[in-house]
């Protein structure tokens, strides 16, 4: 069973930076779409931001201009760089694999908390 690694997540001043990796525990073939999504408590995950075939990216209007979202999808890898970091970027963050067979893949999520 092929597993999404996260690591980069943590506690963060407002106006900071962190960036968030995700890899899988081995290469998987036919990734043609990467992405990350975001829960915090008491809401509705969202779409943060997305790549298609290493392509144009795109991003939820609130972090547009702030975070970049990178990757390669012949290693299965995948990162958010986020900086200018807002207390409402506090969440849970979940990066994701897509197969062009439409397999998802979803790492365990990691912790961001941006204080003020």
């Known amino acids: 069973q092929v597993q999404l690694v996260e690591s980069g997540g943590g506690l963060v001043q407002a106006g900071g930076s962190l960036r968030l990796s995700c890899a899988g525990s081995r290469i998987i073939s036919g990734i043609n779409q990467m992405g990350w999504y975001r829960q915090a408590p008491g809401k509705q995950r969202e779409l943060v931001a997305s790549m298609i075939n290493n392509g144009r990216a795109t991003y939820v209007d609130s972090v547009k201009g702030r975070f970049i979202i990178s990757g390669d999808s012949a290693k299965s890898t995948v990162f958010l760089q986020m900086n200018n970091l807002k207390p409402e970027d506090t969440a849970v963050y979940y990066c994701?694999?897509?197969?062009?067979?439409?397999?998802?893949?979803w790492g365990q999520g990691t912790q961001v908390t941006v204080s003020s």
């Open positions: 994701t694999l897509r197969s062009q067979w439409g397999t998802d893949y």
